[in-house]
């Protein structure tokens, strides 16, 4: 049985690289020193969100990655322990929806 998020349209071979970005720790305390430079505190309605990361709906958290975000690709929240996909809006923003 085939993955759904790997056969979906979205996921094509054709696609250009992804970014590389580079994480500093950002002094998120609620992981283990080891994870924190993979998540921030959400800072506002004026915080802009880079290629690398998308809001946690649960807790409010913001989940960074090493690499640039697609639709499809699975995230973890570690503070809220929640598995995430990542969605494109409507607006043409990601965001993260909760898959359990």
């Known amino acids: 049985m085939a993955d759904p998020v790997e056969s979906s349209p979205d996921a094509r071979d054709d696609e250009q690289p992804r970014q590389r970005f580079i994480l500093e720790d950002t ?8 994870y924190r430079r993979f998540y921030r505190k959400w800072k ?5 969100l880079a290629p690398n990361e998308v809001i946690c709906p649960v807790c409010k958290v913001v989940i960074r990655s090493s690499r640039e975000l697609r639709p499809g690709d699975r995230v973890y929240c570690m503070p809220c322990m929640s598995r995430l996909v990542v ?4 607006a043409g923003t990601l965001e993260a929806h909760v898959a359990y």
């Not at 969605?87 to 409507?90: A, G, K």
């Open 44 to 48: 506002g309605a004026g915080d802009v």
């Open 87 to 90: 969605v494109r809006t409507d």
């Open 27 to 34: 002094g998120f305390d609620e992981v283990p020193q080891k």
